[in-house]
């Protein structure tokens, strides 16, 4: 057990390490300065030459990258070039909270529109409602978010004034008027992962109907939601969770159209910002942070297995 | 004693009137002692008439915001803030024909001789951190300017300043090198930036972080910024200027997408918007409850060639290319129609420069194909020439302009490949030089020595075109020291005529600015700079 946690966390150290590296080069490589970016139009060669220097960008890459590291790894984040804000704080305290909530209340929210849709679709196999399941889960997989998001302003916002058009409330403030300015947010991020989660618990869950304890169940006189709800979805528990963890970088990556389009300070918004303005610094600390969320949601989906399905846990 | 140039021109004289009729008589005390004007007066007293403050406006800031620091800030969407933050030497004002240069923390600004300027500061101002705004004060932000560490990009505006006098604690004198035109953009607050004071208390105790955490004299008090978010002003309740400000409070919510700020502004969740591009002015001029305020503001827009190699160092294919430009049909499809053609690169805001009437001379760039046929018969390489435009999505018109002239250059054998290019990768090759075409927007201060000089002269910073023209370059340096507008114009007049028969570049269009503010926003004061001016505004 031990010797299995040490292998996970050196394996978690060597995917950062090579996740770092990569988007540092990658960035590198892209064309554009962001010395030049900065100082806009009107700029001189020395007033280049002394932003160059003074952000440490004059010396060799490789020597850039293992400061940045060596910094990185002893809790130094660095200052932003643009805002001169502290990146720790930035990130980590400001757009990763935001990030955060967007996340978890489009999960949520696909959770529990996705499973009962699956398990109607399921339940209910090749009838109308089937279909009309399959339509809407195909539809909200194939809108794009960017324009589902401005679809939903001008509807629920705008023409009925039913909700906020952007910002962020922190909920941890006001629980009510941060939930209420997460609808539209959570609810256009969330149209995609609803349609992928309909799909694998309708599939899932089809299969597991057929199974002999659910024919035993049957025949025990058990109640049909019963029989559905507790033999049956239990049963798909696994897949469910396991896809939700593989679609955490889908998530995402849709946070980065959703933030911008709500207009909410999250990483998304603010990583757009920083490759835009070749931020390496700060790109490069959503980038570290982006990849440890998705190794750690990955993780717990690991250890999760074992409460999901008693098979699994030792003995 | 009156310096007079070689040129016979009096200089005292002409600024005395020039300044004179700017001030307007009413606010005007000519020829006491050395006094050359006295502005404001007993209105502008502090502890008089103390503003009632109340109500809370939330403006959208659509463009980036790099610092609130107003001697490093690139950009005029900053300026937007810190102008309601900081004072100017010199404040710009717009009467809705004419932009003006009047005082704004100095009382008054004499000319003792063309290069001596004396200004007495209003008694009794305090920056937000309650230090005092006097002479020292003003010396220290001009020498931050000028001669401070990092340099400000804006040193130059000051290069020729020789010295600054300290008379009493309220009045400063300014030794300059020589007579010195641009200095009444240069001392404003807010488009010259070079002339904005700033607590010296702060700088020292910020250092390189005043940028967020900036202290002024301004009718607002700043007091958070936070990333992808907002920035928070409060009232400035001992601000110097008698029944300002009307508010309790100030944001500016950042919104990167134009669309969500006009739903969250006919939704009442924001005021107004800093800016409001073009694609949605149409849509925005049907909002009932919304007023729009914008006209043609001080910048050009054009395509710019590379003079440094072919096809485009041929002089006679530049000029095939600037008459060959449909602009009716540009400003039809890349400007919404919203723009106004530009014949040469002075605006019309740049009041005394400008010719309203330029479209009916011959000066300028126009089209007529036939004169661009012409030219092009002349060109060197008479067979068809292939040449690439790189365009991006950036600017005011993204790739409209290139996807709409593309076509046009076909009429006359050009033949052009558009290559998209991410912005920054965008910005890269124009600066390196390393491109053969694009369209790049140029807004410059209300001057024409910063709308033609630094970006045409020999070696240049921002002559990315790599063009060079002796008599150019002696035209502007000369005018430079000439204060006479009259004067002045004839020579930029000139030296233009010279950029636009060379044709380094093409003109292209003079654009609107449009700000847009909810019908409850009243006393907003539109100033064709680019300006959100919120000293007098109040909410209904």
């Known amino acids: 057990m031990l010797a299995q946690s040490a292998g996970r966390i050196v394996q978690t150290i060597v995917v950062l390490l090579i996740v770092s590296g990569a988007s540092f080069s990658l960035l590198k490589l892209a064309p554009g300065d962001p010395v030049m970016l900065m100082l806009g139009a009107e700029f001189s060669q020395e007033s280049y030459d002394s932003l160059q220097h003074d952000l440490g960008l004059d010396r060799p890459v490789l020597v850039q990258y293992l400061t940045w590291l060596g910094n990185f790894v002893t809790g130094d984040w660095g200052t932003s070039y643009v805002s001169r804000t502290d990146i720790f704080t930035v990130v980590v305290k400001e757009a990763l909270p935001v990030t955060l909530t967007l996340t978890a209340c489009s999960i949520v929210l696909a959770v529990a529109v996705g499973v009962p849709l699956g398990v109607l679709s399921a339940v209910r196999k090749d009838s109308v409602w089937d279909t009309g399941v399959a339509v809407f889960a195909l539809t909200g997989t194939a809108f794009p978010s960017f324009f589902l998001g401005i679809v939903l302003i001008w509807l629920l916002a705008v023409q009925l004034g039913a909700f906020p058009v952007m910002g962020f409330v922190a909920p941890w403030d006001d629980f009510r008027t941060g939930m209420y300015h997460m609808v539209l947010p959570a609810l256009t991020l969330s149209t995609y992962f609803i349609g992928m989660i309909v799909r694998v618990t309708r599939a899932s869950l089809v299969e597991v109907l057929d199974q002999p304890y659910i024919a035993a169940a049957r025949a025990r006189g058990e109640p049909g939601w019963r029989v559905v709800w507790v033999h049956g979805v239990r049963n798909i528990a696994m897949p469910v969770v396991t896809m939700i963890g593989l679609q955490l970088g889908g998530i995402l990556q849709g946070a980065v159209l959703t933030e911008t389009v709500f207009s909410l300070p999250g990483i998304g918004q603010m990583l757009t910002g920083a490759v835009l303005g070749r931020e390496y610094t700060l790109v490069q600390a959503g980038v570290m942070l982006t990849a440890t969320l998705f190794i750690v949601v990955n993780m717990i989906v690991d250890l999760s297995y074992p409460l999901l399905d008693p098979r699994l846990r030792p003995r | ?506 003109m292209l269009a003079h654009m609107p600015v449009y700000k847009v503010f909810s019908k409850k926003v009243q006393g907003f004061n539109y100033i064709p700079c680019d300006l959100v001016d919120l000293h007098g505004v109040s909410l209904a």
């Open chain 2, 1 to 506: 004693m009156t310096n007079k140039l070689p040129t016979g021109i009096d200089h005292r004289k002409i600024l005395e009137e020039r300044i004179s009729a700017e001030i307007g008589r009413r606010t005007l005390l000519k020829g006491i002692g050395a006094g050359l004007l006295a502005a404001g007066g007993a209105g502008m007293l502090p502890d008089l008439a103390r503003a009632q403050q109340n109500g809370h406006i939330r403006i959208a800031a659509i463009k980036h915001i790099d610092t609130l620091d107003p001697h490093f800030t690139f950009f005029l969407s900053a300026v937007q803030v810190i102008n309601n933050i900081h004072n100017g030497l010199l404040k710009v004002t717009y009467d809705g024909e004419t932009v003006r240069f009047e005082p704004d923390l100095a009382k008054s600004w004499d000319l003792e001789d063309d290069r001596t300027h004396l200004f007495r500061l209003h008694e009794g101002v305090k920056f937000h951190d309650g230090t005092p705004c006097d002479a020292e004060a003003v010396k220290f932000s001009l020498m931050r300017v000028k001669s401070g560490t990092p340099a400000s990009p804006h040193a130059w505006k000051l290069a020729l300043l020789n010295e600054i006098e300290i008379v009493d604690p309220l009045t400063v004198r300014l030794h300059f090198a020589e007579p010195y035109a641009f200095l009444p953009v240069a001392l404003t607050g807010s488009t010259g930036r070079a002339g904005t004071i700033v607590s010296p208390a702060a700088v020292e105790k910020y250092g390189m972080d005043y940028g967020r955490n900036p202290v002024g004299t301004g009718p607002f008090k700043f007091v958070s910024w936070r990333d992808n978010d907002s920035i928070e002003l409060e009232a400035n309740p001992d601000y110097f200027e008698a029944g300002m400000p009307k508010l309790q409070r100030a944001s500016f919510v950042l919104i990167d997408e134009p669309s969500t700020a006009v739903a969250a502004l006919v939704s009442g969740q924001i005021d107004g918007m800093t800016d409001c591009p073009m694609q949605l002015v149409a849509q925005v001029k049907n909002i009932p409850t919304v007023t729009l305020y914008g006209e043609i503001e001080g910048n050009y827009t054009y395509i710019g060639m590379n003079n440094r190699s072919a096809p485009f160092d041929d002089v006679n294919l530049r000029r095939a290319v600037a008459f060959a430009i449909n602009r009716d049909t540009l400003l039809k499809q890349a400007y919404f129609g919203l723009a106004q053609q530009a014949y040469s690169p002075i605006s019309p805001p740049m009041s005394g420069y400008y010719d309203p009437n330029i479209g009916n001379t011959n000066r300028g760039q126009r089209f007529d194909l036939a004169k661009a046929k012409e030219f092009r018969a002349k060109a060197a390489n008479q067979g068809e020439i292939e040449v690439t435009y790189i365009m991006a999505e950036r600017g005011p018109v993204g790739t409209r302009v290139a996807q709409t002239v593309a076509p046009m250059l076909s009429e006359i054998g050009i033949k052009v490949k558009l290559e998209l290019l991410e912005p920054a990768a965008w910005v890269q090759r124009m600066k390196d030089g390393n491109f053969q075409m694009l369209d790049f927007d140029w807004v410059a201060d209300l001057d024409p020595e910063e709308t033609i000089f630094p970006e045409f002269k020999t070696g240049g910073s921002w002559n990315y075109w790599g063009w060079s023209n002796p008599e150019f370059d002696r035209l502007c340096t000369e005018a430079q020291t000439i204060i006479d507008v009259p004067t002045r114009a004839a020579l930029y007049h000139k030296a233009e005529d010279i950029l636009m028969d060379e044709a380094p570049i093409a």
